[in-house]
Each structure stands twice: as C-alpha cells, then as structure tokens.
T-cell receptor
Framework: DQQVKQNSPSLSVQEGRISILNCDYTNSMFDYFLWYKKYPAEGPTFLISISSIKDKNEDGRFTVFLNKSAKHLSLHIVPSQPGDSAVYFCAAPENYGQNFVFGPGTRLSVLP | EAGVAQSPRYKIIEKRQSVAFWCNPISGHATLYWYQQILGQGPKLLIQFQNNGVVDDSQLPKDRFSAERLKGVDSTLKIQPAKLEDSAVYLC?????????????FGPGTRLTVL
C-alpha cells in the first residue's frame, strides 16, 4: 500500500522568499506525482505534476523536484506571495496508477 | 466549462440518521471519485467509478456507506446509519479517464457534522 507523508503540518514564510514543502512516499512502482492546493471552503485544485522520466518540473513560480532513490518530493515556490497561503497536498499513485493517495497536507502562510 | 457540482454544501445530522450527497461531474468526464477528508488529514478515496462501473471501493465502509452512478453521469453517496466519526468533508472529483495523466477536478465538498 502507498503511504504519503508531509512532515511539516504548517510553514510560515515572508513574502518574496522561497517556500519549500516536502513529501515522502513509500511505493515507487508508479512514479507520477501530483501537488494540489486548497483554499478554505473550496475543493483542492491541481497545481503541478512530475513523472519519473524527469527529476524536475517547472511552471512559473512553482517547481517540483523528485528524488526517486530517496522517495522524496519537494515543491518550491519562488517568490512566495500572500495569495499562495493555502494547504498543499502531495499525492502519489496507487492501484497500478488508477488512483492516488494524498498526504495530510502542509498549511503555508505567506506573511506580507 | 462548468466545474464539479456538489450538494448540499453543509449538513448536520444526529448519529444513526441517514444522509445523502449528490455530485454532478464535469461533462464528458468518465471517471468519478468520492473522497472523505477528516479535519487535519488529506482526502481519502472512498470509491472510484469508471462510467457507471466501480473501479475501486476497497476503502468504502460497505456496512453503512453506499454509492451509485446511474447512467454514468451524476452520483450519490449515502451513509446509513451515520456515526460520529463520519463527520468530515466529502469531496467529489472527476477526470476524463483514470490515471495520473488525467487531472482530477474537485467540487467544493459537503461538510457533514454528526452530533
């Protein structure tokens, strides 16, 4: 079974600085990972993904890094903005890649 | 395009009562998911449909939870009878197809409180 851990329940960062959110997973049979962002009273929205053929994927201010040997992902946000304040979930594949297991989330607060 | 619709947004019931949630996925999306999100945790998959067939319901507590997706479009999730530990946000999501290459779009969720 896939297990996903996000060991930092919360993170506070000053506006303009880098935010780094970490994620660890246990089952590397299918290497395709997702990050979702969630605002209060809304459903999660897809942010960025990465597959095992890459070790980095960049989309604007958001970059995800994959370390397959360590079974570790990180999401970098540079520069951080107050609108980035949200809960961020990492998700790893399960059931032969048919669905995903979500981590417990990291609450990011970007302070002006 | 319209997003995933869910109703109701909030529901308060007493334990042992029944409750039902409704989801209308994005038009054309074959795959529909129901998740349970308990406070402080990530969404946990309850059931996954591909059109009107069940792909995965291994984590659905079948003694009290049931779900259906008639005609491969709308879906309902029912809890009968509810327990205190069922208090959570119930999220519906849809995607064009299963698998990681197809983004899941989430609805706003239904917040259930069981007293």
């Amino acid at each position: 079974d896939q297990q996903v851990k996000q060991n930092s329940p919360s993170l506070s960062v000053q506006e303009g600085r880098i935010s780094i959110l970490n994620c660890d997973y246990t089952n590397s049979m299918f290497d395709y990972f997702l990050w979702y962002k969630k605002y209060p009273a809304e459903g999660p929205t897809f942010l960025i993904s990465i597959s095992s053929i890459k070790d980095k994927n960049e989309d604007g201010r958001f970059t995800v890094f994959l370390n397959k040997s360590a079974k570790h992902l990180s999401l970098h946000i540079v520069p951080s903005q107050p609108g980035d304040s949200a809960v961020y979930f990492c998700a790893a594949p399960e059931n032969y890649g048919q669905n995903f297991v979500f981590g417990p989330g990291t609450r990011l607060s970007v302070l002006p | 395009e319209a997003g995933v619709a869910q109703s109701p947004r909030y529901k308060i019931i007493e334990k042992r009562q029944s409750v039902a949630f409704w989801c209308n996925p994005i038009s054309g999306h074959a795959t529909l998911y129901w998740y349970q999100q308990i406070l402080g945790q990530g969404p946990k998959l309850l059931i996954q449909f591909q059109n009107n067939g069940v792909v995965d319901d291994s984590q659905l507590p079948k003694d009290r939870f049931s779900a259906e997706r008639l005609k491969g479009v709308d879906s309902t999730l029912k809890i009968q009878p509810a327990k205190l530990e069922d208090s959570a946000v119930y999220l519906c999501a849809s995607s064009l197809d299963p698998g990681g290459s197809y983004e899941q779009f989430f609805g706003p969720g239904t917040r259930l409180t069981v007293l």
